[in-house]
């Protein structure tokens, strides 16, 4: 066989520069698609073995009192001579049910120290008699709670330990991406230590308290995982296991873990003083909303809370206003209701802080000193003596959809209204109009509109004559039912 070599053809000097940039770019990428692989793990067994150590199991113990059986019914009259003989017997029968019983429960946790304070949820420890850690040795010691926060669930315990404990670090949550690997370890249906591993599958998940930030992840987390730590790959906790979206009480790949970032204030708090203290800004507050946006002056986005009342507090004492728009608080631009609580939640109780509110068009600054938020607190307010309002007949709005009636003395009393406030009566709405598709229902009570207070049909028909002269298409309503405050947008003109 016969081989010819045949010359390259000469390449011209710019199209040389080219290659020669195409083949450095390659090389480049190739080694870029390297080093991401090497970032996933081959296996999870050095993280595991790091962070065993410091997870726990949690049992704990729970001593509830017997109760006295009933005498069996058919079988006796009531009040026969017969009737203890029988409840004698049948709590013989069964072995006497008059005594105490235990009932046992498992969940998990994870050391903090080295002095021996552990993470938990709260639901893992709420009503125990006693308390028992085990360790990944097997030994196992009594602990006392610390303290707790049913917000978010967080409980603090601390055992005594002869020696040091191995622990673990809180992680950064707010860091953690949609797709980074994360390893749960619990102990599952009361298996005894176990390890799972997934990826974040999203982030800033609520479920139901006004704290909720949670990680959702496709680790395994099963009952008995709850307290458990979910750590990324350089073994920090970045959430605590709490929940599971599950059909059947086993994991289908959706668990929620309370981000650490949360976690790790509500830790610190409740070592230094035994429970939260959460900053309170003093007012009532909601969501917008489209039709809300275009009835409130100078708002061009659905972005801040509305201010729907007022309480005595700090809020009131800086001059905060019903109506008024929070749209940055201490240099936070204000998303919504959630954030605008966590942000407030999350200051020191007793600062000074700057919130900037839209009202009337214009941006008002207040100075607001924050309060200590006390959930089981009721507000009060101050009663007024109650003004007597002349009866006068109902009128029907029919172009939208409602009737109203001024507020009499008895209509009052009917609807258990405080004597303090004010408005007119909605008797009743139309099922098909816009009114009662956006919540308006007979028996509220409408206090403001056009944010401004009423107090007699008169009033209100005014505002709504107001509205349409001022060209706009909507008008804000103050709605208040059981007493609640609720701004609610109606069109006036299509």
């Known amino acids: 066989m016969k081989f010819v070599v045949i010359p390259a053809p000469d390449i011209p000097y710019k199209n040389k520069t080219i290659l020669f940039f195409l083949l450095g770019f390659?090389?480049?990428?190739?080694?870029?698609?390297?080093?991401?692989?090497?970032?996933?793990?081959?296996?999870?067994?050095?993280?595991?073995e790091k962070i065993s150590p410091s997870v726990v199991n949690i049992t704990t113990t729970t001593v509830t009192a017997g109760r006295a059986s009933q005498a069996p019914r058919g079988i006796v009259p009531e009040g026969s001579p017969f009737e203890e003989f029988f409840k004698e017997f049948d709590d013989r029968r069964r072995g006497?049910?008059?005594r105490p019983r235990r009932s046992s429960a498992l969940g998990s946790g994870f050391v903090i120290s080295s002095s021996g304070f552990i993470v938990t949820n709260n639901h893992v420890i709420d009503g125990a008699d006693e308390i028992q850690i085990e360790f990944f040795s097997g030994e196992t010691l009594p602990a006392k709670v610390i303290g707790t926060d049913k917000n978010t669930d967080i409980a603090v315990l601390k055992v005594e330990p002869d020696l040091p404990l191995e622990f673990v670090g809180f992680g950064d949550s707010d860091i953690a991406r949609v797709g980074d690997w994360v390893v749960a370890m619990g102990n599952p249906m009361g298996q005894g230590f176990s390890v799972s591993a997934g990826i974040v599958s999203a982030r800033n998940r609520a479920l139901a308290g006004i704290y909720d930030d949670y990680i959702q992840t496709d680790a395994a987390i099963n009952r008995g995982n709850s307290g458990g730590p979910l750590f990324n790959l350089q073994g920090d906790v970045v959430g605590v296991n709490t929940a599971i979206l599950s059909p059947n009480g086993g994991s289908i790949g959706i668990g929620f873990s309370m981000a650490s970032n949360v976690v790790s204030r509500v830790v610190d708090q409740l070592i230094e003083f035994g429970e939260i203290r959460r900053g309170w800004l003093g007012v009532r507050i909601q969501d917008l909303d489209e039709d809300l946006v275009e009835s409130i002056d100078g708002l061009d986005q659905v972005a801040?809370?509305?201010?729907?009342?007022?309480?005595?507090?700090?809020?009131?004492?800086?001059?905060?206003?019903?109506?008024?728009?929070?749209?940055?608080?201490?240099?936070?631009d204000v998303e919504d209701v959630r954030d605008l609580v966590q942000t407030v939640g999350n200051t020191e109780v007793g600062r000074a802080v700057d919130?900037?509110?839209l009202r009337d068009g214009n941006e008002v600054t207040l100075s607001v000193t924050l309060g200590l938020r006390d959930d089981e607190k009721l507000a009060s307010s101050e009663v007024v003596p109650e003004k007597e309002t002349p009866p006068e007949p109902q009128k029907n709005f029919k172009e939208l959809g409602i009737t109203l009636s001024n507020l009499t003395k008895e209509i009052r009393s009917g609807l258990g209204l405080k004597p303090?406030?004010?408005?007119?009566?909605?008797?009743?709405?139309?099922?098909?109009?816009?009114?009662?598709?956006?919540?308006?229902?007979?028996?509220d009570l409408i206090a403001e509109a056009g944010q401004s207070k009423i107090t007699a049909i008169s009033e209100f028909e005014d505002q709504v004559n107001a509205t349409i002269e001022g060209g706009r298409k909507t008008m804000l309503l103050l709605?208040?039912?059981?007493?609640?405050?609720?701004f609610l947008a109606l069109t006036i003109q299509k």
């Open 304 to 332: 801040g809370a509305l201010v729907s009342g007022v309480p005595a507090g700090p809020a009131k004492d800086a001059g905060m206003l019903q109506n008024d728009v929070i749209t940055v608080f201490d240099g936070h």
């Open 355 to 357: 919130v900037i509110v």
């Open 479 to 486: 709605v208040r039912r059981n007493g609640d405050p609720k």
């Open 420 to 443: 303090e406030l004010e408005g007119v009566v909605v008797m009743d709405v139309i099922e098909t109009s816009e009114a009662y598709e956006k919540g308006l229902r007979s028996g």
């Open 26 to 48: 390659a090389l480049i990428f190739l080694h870029a698609t390297h080093s991401s692989a090497q970032m996933m793990p081959n296996s999870f067994a050095d993280l595991a």
């Open 96 to 98: 006497g049910n008059l």
